[in-house]
Structure formats: structure tokens, C-alpha cells
């Protein structure tokens, strides 16, 4: 996760929180809002556990919002490894890097928003293209969305993705539903 910045014509600033899944390179959410606190990014992040489960390590940089106390206390609560990369290294945060070059270049260099309901909508729009969309050929050619249910699939956990069995010997042992 991390933040971007953009304004309002020529002068009132705005910030975007990112979420991105590193594995299946989807956006989980982007937040335009002239103010981010910790724990407006505790309260998002619970509504992201509510849809996309919750998450083995976060990595973030080590700005304030993320070193907060509400960011410690809802780390610590939830049981989430939390993982601050270097000062001065964004590389080792790469997946979103990448993200914001892209959602720099294709959104927000070509936009003037003129409020924040007009940010808010311009960013849903894009974010659906990028994850429905578009494909990512580090994806092999998949989009953000079909990469995820191809690795819910893999993993088990989608609906009717448990392999029926083939003999009446098949143990169900350690196995729930």
C-alpha cells in the first residue's frame, strides 16, 4: 500500500490511498480524500478483510499514516505482519510503484478534477478498467480479476473448486467446509 497525490485545478491538494495485492496485481481500493489518517487506513482496511480476506503481510513505506498507533494497534489486533521497507528504497515496494506510474501517467497527468466527487468517480473508472479490463502481460496476458480467480481456483477456496472423489476410499479427514 501507499500513497499518491494529486490537486484540484492549480492549488487545493488531495491524497490516494492504494491498495494493491502483490500476487494477482489487483487494486483492492483507491481512497481520494483531502485528509488520510491511521485510522481512516485501520477503517478501510477492515472493509477490505469484510471482501478479500485478510492478508498475510502488509508493506508499506514508513510514513506517518502507516507508523501510526492506529496502524500498530490494528496490526497487532488483527495478527497482520506488517512489513516498512528502507528509507529511501522503493523498490523494495515494487508491485506498487509500478501501479502508481501507471495510474500517474494514464489518470491523474490527464485529469484537472475539479472536486472530490469528480476524483472519486474518474479513480472507480479507472481502477475497474485496470483490474477488469486491461491485461497485464505479467499476468501471462490475464487481467487483475481473471488472475485472481484463476488463484482462488488453485487454491481451493472458490466455490465448486474441490475436486469430486474418484474412489469410495477418498478420506474427508481434516477437511472442512
Not at 473508472?125 to 505479467?138: A, F, K, Q
Not at 481456483?153 to 466455490?159: E, K, M, R, T
Amino acid at each position: 500500500m501507499d500513497f499518491l497525490s494529486d490537486t484540484f485545478g492549480a492549488c487545493r491538494k488531495f491524497r490516494i490511498l492504494a491498495v494493491n495485492d502483490d500476487c494477482c496485481r489487483e487494486n483492492l481500493c483507491l481512497v481520494p480524500d483531502t485528509s488520510i489518517s491511521g485510522a481512516r487506513v485501520a477503517r478501510e482496511l477492515d472493509a477490505l478483510i469484510r471482501i478479500y480476506g485478510q492478508p498475510t503481510c502488509i508493506v508499506s513505506d514508513n510514513c506517518t499514516e502507516f507508523t501510526s498507533k492506529a496502524i500498530l494497534k490494528w496490526a497487532n489486533d488483527n495478527k497482520v505482519e506488517w512489513h516498512y521497507i528502507d528509507p529511501g528504497k522503493p523498490q523494495q515496494n515494487g508491485y506498487i510503484e509500478s501501479f502508481n506510474g501507471s495510474l500517474r501517467d494514464e489518470c491523474l497527468n490527464e485529469e484537472i478534477f475539479d472536486s472530490l466527487t469528480d476524483a472519486r468517480r474518474t479513480l472507480a473508472l479507472w481502477r475497474y478498467d485496470y483490474n477488469n479490463v486491461r491485461p497485464h502481460s505479467s499476468l501471462g496476458n490475464k487481467t487483475p480479476a481473471e488472475a485472481r480467480r484463476a488463484l482462488e481456483l488453485l487454491d481451493g477456496i472458490a466455490p465448486g473448486a474441490l475436486a469430486t472423489p474418484e474412489t469410495d476410499e477418498y478420506q474427508t479427514q481434516g477437511l472442512s467446509l
